[in-house]
């Protein structure tokens, strides 16, 4: 046990270091981050008296973002070279066709079940635990579209499954910890299924959920050290950007050491390097 504690330090460790590196390289993603949350508000703001085909109209605009973001993430990874403004322009039309199809996949037995349950008295309920269960087993679907080939939403969601299943105790317990003052709050457990639930909705391929995760958590901590709501507002505004470009680079490069890897092998290579 001593071994496998040790092995998994080691691997936040190396994945931490990575984070580090890949952030002071990608300041343009950050600002980019920025201008696609105006964007996506202020596409949302006029597109929402639409009804349904504002609904469509603002879903090709999200998977515009998303796609885009995704994009800069997987060269923010590579490290080869900062990013620049010009990679903020190419990364346009990039997954766009990948976040549209798991978001379509996924969006029709999620309205057929809200349909169904509406005359249930457990409908609240039963809606609540597929997104549950669809947020914890869908959950590295971002990573998955821009680190594994795949040729179908399909195939998308077997490897998200298949990695949950896997390597769900390293994947989940730096999220655990992020939200562990939202969690201990009186409120926890309805904060932590509605934010399951938002994010559920539509895999983690909603911009907007992006960046749910990091206000969330920014928001129990700064509650947590005794700063009231009224203090909070200036504070998100600044740390938001950061901290949401922090959690998905820390998201793809520990996708990208535990993906093709078990926990047997992290802990023989961690007693090897050991004797070294």
Do not use: C
Request: hydrophobic share 55%; proline share 5%; glycine share 10%.
């Amino acid at each position: 046990m001593s071994n496998l504690v040790s092995a998994t330090v080691h691997l936040y460790r190396q994945v931490f270091y990575a984070t580090g590196r890949s952030l002071a390289k990608s300041w343009v993603a950050m600002l980019a981050l920025i201008v696609f949350a105006v964007l996506f508000l202020g596409a949302a703001r006029i597109v929402g008296p639409l009804g349904m085909a504002g609904g469509f109209l603002l879903g090709i605009i999200n998977a515009l973002l998303v796609g885009a973001t995704l994009r800069l993430i997987e060269q923010s990874l590579s490290g080869a070279r900062p990013l620049r403004f010009a990679d903020v322009i190419e990364s346009f039309g990039h997954y766009f066709w990948d976040v549209i199809g798991v978001g379509f996949v996924l969006w029709l037995p999620t309205m057929l079940l809200e349909m169904g349950m509406q005359a249930n008295p457990y409908g609240q309920f039963l809606s609540s635990a597929f997104l549950l269960l669809v947020f914890i087993l869908l959950n590295p679907a971002p990573e998955v579209i821009y680190q594994v080939r795949h040729n179908s939403p399909l195939d998308v969601f077997k490897t998200s499954y298949e990695f949950v299943v896997e390597h769900w105790i390293e994947w989940f317990l730096p999220f655990a910890i992020l939200i562990l003052p939202v969690i201990l709050s009186p409120s926890g457990l309805q904060e932590f299924f509605s934010l399951s639930g938002l994010v559920g909705r539509g895999a983690g391929l909603n911009f907007f959920q992006m960046l749910m995760l990091p206000v969330t958590a920014i928001e129990g901590w700064l509650s947590y050290v005794g700063i009231d709501s009224g203090g909070q507002g200036i504070i998100l505004l600044l740390l938001t950007p950061p901290v949401a470009m922090a959690i998905l680079l820390f998201r793809g490069h520990l996708f990208a050491a535990l993906h093709g890897s078990s926990r047997r092998q992290r802990l023989f290579s961690r007693q090897f390097d050991a004797r070294q």
